[in-house]
């Protein structure tokens, strides 16, 4: 089956009470049982709820995975990951992370004695350099936020392998149509599904997808005990946006090709973020996994300073300034003060997060009308 036939049919089936072709809302906390233990598979709505298992079927299908596991945020689901640690284990990140993922690693679970080493992960020596006898994750994001450099993710879940260590990718900037990351050697993929997966800006939500059944009991269990889990409105809602998934990226990826060589040429623009041109470091292993390069495009300006920056995020009209990405609007976003905030501006330096850095989530409108309102506002 392909992508765009498992989008709408992969682990959905008309409803057998109703025939309902769009999955119900069962909006219920308890399942009514015939005796002690004997139910129809349903018993309480934290642990399991039809609305849910059928998303969760539909993620596993797109992430070529065997287990999905939903949760009510995408922090939710990393947070359910970090809790397969213990203290004294150490993990291994990328130096390019989103803020609330470095929040959650070194503020929240810091305190219960587990260590992060951050790295360049596209240079697979400097990660090797990091494994000890206590590395048991890696945590990977790819593309990064908001850099968009790209770590080879086959390299890097082999080396994983090879000591015995898990690995997680954050599929979110990518999406199962541009990337499968199980596919590739990966033990966990993860998606902040509020962003591509719902794709229309109404919805928060988290996912897991493995293939070891071991792992993913696990995280079953975890899901249930520690209860972060969505609503069957959210599941929903993700399940109506992953129906036009392969349509709004492969639309958004078209547009933010425009907008990049746009950008690139622009005389106020110093440096363009975006894995697409030959000229990006990460530019072949995008192309190697990765259907497209992505519809998220960073960019810095010639006047280097959070005042310039500002003169253009108060300016579009198109473009929303706001948190988030992946929906069918484009956004606009100052990640040093707004989604990168939480990460000290000495570590943002480092990686050539300034205080002029921009980062666009392109959407689906006509690209014209983008190109116009940016030009506009950088006037």
Known sequence: MKFGTKVIHAGINPDPGTGAVMTPIFQTSTYAQDAPGQHKGYEYARTQNPTRSVLEQNLAALEEGRFGICFSSGMAAMDSVMKLLSPGDEIISTNDLYGGSYRLITKVYGKFGIKAHFVNMSDTAEVKARINDKTRLFWIETPTNPMLNIIDIEKTC???????????????????????????????????????????????????????????????????????????????????????????????????????????GHPKVSKVYWPGFPSHPGHETAKKQMRHFGAMVSFVLKEDQYAAAEKVLSNTHLFTLAESLGGVESLIGHPASMTHASIPREERLKVGLTDSLIRLSIGVEDVEDLIEDLENALK
């Open 158 to 264: 082999a080396l994983a392998r090879e000591h015995g260590i898990l690995s997680c990718v954050d599929n979110t900037f990518a999406s199962p149509y541009l990337q499968a990351p199980l596919t590739l050697g990966a033990d966990m993929v993860l998606h902040s599904a509020t962003k591509y997966l719902g794709g229309h800006s109404d919805v928060v939500h988290g996912a897991i997808v493995v293939r070891d059944e071991k792992l993913a009991e696990q995280l079953y269990f975890i899901q249930n005990a520690a209860g972060a889990v969505p609503g069957p409105q959210d599941c929903f809602l993700v399940l109506r946006g992953i129906k036009t998934l392969h349509l709004r990226v492969e639309r958004a990826c078209q547009n933010a090709e425009r907008i990049a060589h746009f950008l690139n």
